[in-house]
């Protein structure tokens, strides 16, 4: 039985109090006294619209202060090399400001807004990439303006408009309603990114000096990304050249000299991201297999930038994903990336996600801690985290190998405070191909062993997993009174790379068999009741909820969020298709085997199957698993006059359940946990 508890407990109304703490910046001399500065970003609901501000601690301890006010949005922050500047992205403009507080100058203004920066050697100039003006692609008006290159050529520029320059198309007429384009012609795949929409216009590294000047370093068809400057000034960005690399992107990391452009790694596999160490060589993480499966991890390697030379570094971690951040949950901003970390990283294991510093080979918590952002200069090196056992919003602390975790901030958990919160225990069930980790949600005050509704939340990837930090939704449920089962099945990354390659090209399969095996484990040690469960998922998690009630009626009620349900169409209408195909080992629809085998896996081919309520949810705009894929099951369940809704959510991507719009994810959140409250109740059996 459930205890009372004079606590209040996690309701979606308590989201509006949801404080995030996400990407950091730290400098070994500035501050007071010189003892180190921390500055970290701080993700804030006000108004009912989400706001960013940047925040600063002292490495110290003493407590932490807005730098800004939070009334824009402002990510991406920079240490100068000598501490006494930062530079950050407002609103997607560059601006600088002394760390130690005052009014934030902008440096440049960009049409389409900045991407990514970084500092100078001398702490006079920014590396900052931006978005071409035009793109080679669009054509604009009725046959008298100028069309777009081709090639990345300048425009043609007919009467009444002028051809584009560095790679941009033509500026034209006026173009149509609305200043679209007459068309946009494509020769080339890759033209859409989640998240991002249309991505025709390239992406390029200009010098932004302190005083405003803005000088062009790229130019051409490819886009180069990602600057990061040398301590002799040299720029190393990230490019996918080569004729296919739209069709399997291997990107890899370049050096921008004066005499050109210069090519520096050559991993087989690609690069994902890369870092410059103080001594001017390279961290690289990426993958050196060929051609790539999803049970590939990246890996960490040392690069000379002179010879291209690389070495492993953590050869430990060899079957581990390497440079993972935050696992699933939504308690941090969602995909921080790490900063300023040459010398550390971290490594998803068992579910949870370790920092390990790269120099010494040696992790930096103990077992058990998620990390969501990292940041090392001058021997300090700062951690947005969780420690190990703890469930609570991720707050900045100070790491240090020989002693645990010093908290510096408070902010990210103390939205928390007050509430009775559920309890979360790691547990094994024996599964087909060995034991299954599972993480369980208790509600508060309720005991292990007492048999409860219980919700299977499913993870996306599949090679993603779940760990010790539950997300939102999970909490969400578990305090209105349901047990969660956090599964990670074949495919799931907490065991390594073989408990992956148990998956591959076969979704629907093992991963399915892995759930059920939970299911009976939880039913046969009294902690569920058969008739009593649900099953929810997002995107790959989505696909396995729709798969899971097409193929078996166990489950009472089920929500499923951008999911998959006809593996055919989504080869196309996916923005990374077929290198995802290719990766995973789904196949691809251009011969008859590989056809047979993606319709083999789709639940839309057992949609008469389906008679569990189904609730779905679909961000309008999302390129990874589009709204065109969900709605044919929509549509196929409702002709068979099923129980199901479809909710769609406009302006919104794959991940927008933890980026997305405020109103939009608490409205998700509500709608969650009525459909369960309705076709799952708590209070019958």
């Not at 007459?182 to 216009?201: F, I, K, N, Q, Y």
């Not at 089920?558 to 995802?580: F, H, K, M, R, T």
Request: net charge negative; with cysteine; aromatic share 6%.
């Amino acid at each position: 039985m459930m205890s009372s508890a004079p606590n209040r407990f996690l309701g979606p109304e308590l989201l509006h109090g949801q404080v995030a703490v996400g990407r950091l910046a730290v400098h070994a001399a500035a501050g007071r006294g010189g003892g180190g500065l921390v500055v970290f970003t701080r993700r804030a609901v006000v108004g009912g619209r989400d706001r960013t501000g940047l925040w600063a601690v002292p490495h110290t301890g003493g407590g932490e202060r807005p730098l800004t006010d939070g009334a824009w949005n402002d990510t991406l922050p920079r240490f100068s090399p000598d501490g006494t500047r930062l530079a950050f992205l407002r609103d997607g403009q560059p601006f600088v400001m002394d760390p130690a507080g005052g009014e934030a100058g902008r440096l440049a203004a960009f049409p389409h807004g900045a991407r990514d920066l970084d500092w100078g050697p001398g702490g006079d100039w920014l590396a900052v990439v931006a978005e071409d003006e035009h793109a080679p692609e669009e054509h604009w008006g009725d046959g008298t303006g100028g069309t777009g290159g081709t090639d990345g050529d300048g425009g043609t520029g007919g009467t009444g408009g002028t051809g584009g320059t560095d790679g941009d198309g033509g500026t034209g007429g006026t173009g149509g309603d609305g200043g679209q384009p007459t068309c946009r012609v494509l020769d080339r795949a890759g033209w859409r990114l989640d998240g991002e929409g249309l991505v025709l216009r390239r992406r390029h590294v200009h010098r932004v000096s302190l005083d405003g000047t803005v000088r062009r370093l790229t130019s051409g068809p490819v886009s180069h990304e990602r600057p990061r400057v040398g301590p002799d000034g040299t720029v190393y960005v990230l490019a996918a050249t080569g004729p296919d690399s739209d069709l399997a992107p291997r990107p890899q990391v370049h050096a921008l000299t004066a005499h050109g452009i210069r090519q520096v790694t050559a991993l087989p596999g690609g690069v994902v991201r890369h870092h410059v160490r103080a001594d001017g060589t390279l961290t690289v993480i990426g993958r050196d297999a060929a051609e790539p499966r999803d049970a590939d991890p990246p890996q960490a390697f040392h690069v000379d930038p002179v010879s291209g030379a690389s070495e492993r570094l953590l050869p430990q971690c060899a079957n581990r994903w390497v440079g993972a951040l935050g696992g699933e949950s939504d308690l941090h901003d969602w995909w921080t990336e790490p900063d300023d970390c040459a010398e550390v990283t971290a490594v998803a294991h068992d579910g949870a996600v370790r920092p390990y510093d790269l120099l010494a080979g040696r992790p930096l918590t103990p077992p058990g801690a998620t990390v969501a952002s990292l940041a090392r200069h001058g021997g300090l090196t700062v951690a947005v985290l969780v420690p190990p056992g703890a469930v609570t919003g991720p707050e900045v602390y100070a790491l240090r190998s020989d002693c645990p975790p010093r908290r510096l901030t408070t902010t990210g958990s103390r939205w928390l405070r007050g509430l009775a919160l559920p309890t979360v225990e790691r547990t094994e069930a024996p599964g087909p191909a060995g034991p299954i980790t599972v993480y369980l949600l208790h509600p508060p005050g309720a005991a292990p062993s007492t048999p409860l509704p219980t919700v299977v939340s499913l993870h996306g990837g599949p090679t993603g997993q779940w760990g010790p930090l539950p997300n939102i939704e999970a909490l969400l449920l578990a305090s209105a009174g349901y047990r969660v089962a956090l599964p990670n099945p074949r495919g799931s990354t907490d065991r390594g790379s073989a408990w992956v390659d148990g998956l591959h090209g076969g979704w629907g399969r093992a991963d399915a068999d892995d759930v059920h095996a939970v299911v009976d484990h939880l039913e046969a040690t009294g902690r569920s009741d058969a008739g009593r469960l649900g099953v929810c998922g997002l995107s790959y998690g989505g696909f396995l909820t729709q798969w899971l009630v097409a193929t078996s009626d166990r489950f009472a009620a089920a929500v499923a969020e951008n999911g998959v349900s006809n593996q055919l169409s989504a080869w196309a209408n996916c923005d990374i298709g077929p290198a995802y195909a290719a990766e995973s080992g789904m196949g691809d629809p251009l011969t008859d085997k590989g056809a047979a085998r993606l319709w083999e896996a789709s639940p839309l081919r057992l949609a008469r199957a389906i008679r569990t309520p189904l609730l779905m949810l679909q961000a309008e705009d999302d390129l990874r698993c589009p709204a065109s894929d969900n709605e044919q099951l929509f549509l196929a369940l409702r002709s068979l006059r099923r129980t199901v809704r479809y909710v769609l959510y406009p302006e919104s991507g794959h991940l927008y359940q933890g980026g997305g719009r405020f109103d939009r994810r608490l409205d998700r959140h509500r709608r969650v946990l009525d459909w369960f409250r309705t076709h799952l109740p708590l209070d019958s059996k």
